[in-house]
């Protein structure tokens, strides 16, 4: 079973891959199972937060594709709005600067609760895990601890790969650019 953070793969991919393309998910999926039967693929993500329309549209339609996918179920999380304000550093500077972005909401949560609860389960006996988020750790010590359960933790080789996250999977499958390349669209 396959569990995918959209967002994080994304992020951590998008200086890896030539503009213009991106990740084929079921092409990953196949290559990170191997000769291994796929019983599901799960994809997390949120909707951009983008004002762009052709950046919603891209995302639109690389998210109706995901539909086409055999064994794939989709699951979306939500994005609520955040300010930031700070302060100007200059002691003689009285400004305050207000940066506004957006944190994702049910996605980290979600996959950690349903590794979990598919691990106990007996849905899988291997869970690949696409994402470099420490929020992750703890689903994984579960699994590892309480169950015979393997997981596979698979992420881009840059610092936004958690150590701990690591050090926790059985398996560790780094994405480089090579990895990546038949796995491109």
């Known amino acids: 079973m396959i569990f995918i953070d959209g967002a994080n793969l994304y992020k951590r991919t998008r200086e890896l891959i030539p503009k213009g393309k991106q990740v084929d998910i079921e092409k990953l999926a196949h290559k990170l199972l191997g000769d291994r039967r796929l019983v599901r693929i799960y994809y997390y993500n949120t909707r951009s937060p983008s004002a762009d329309p052709e950046e919603q549209k891209a995302q639109q339609r690389f998210l109706e594709k995901l539909g086409w996918i055999n064994n794939l ?19 003689d500077c009285k400004k305050e600067f207000v940066f506004k972005t957006h944190i994702q909401k049910g996605v980290d949560t979600r996959i950690a609760v349903e590794m979990v609860t598919l691990a106990v389960s007996d849905a899988y006996d291997t869970a690949i895990l696409v994402s470099g988020d420490e929020d992750l750790v703890e689903g994984v010590d579960y699994i590892r601890e309480h169950t015979h359960k393997r997981v596979e933790n698979s992420c881009a080789l840059d610092k936004g790969w958690s150590t701990k996250l690591r050090e926790a999977s059985d398996v560790r ?13």
Do not use: F, H, S, W
């Open 173 to 185: 499958i780094p994405l480089t650019a090579e990895y990546l390349a038949d796995c491109l669209v």
């Open 73 to 91: 179920q989709k699951r979306m999380g939500r994005l609520i709005p955040k300010e930031y304000k700070v302060k100007c550093p200059n002691p």
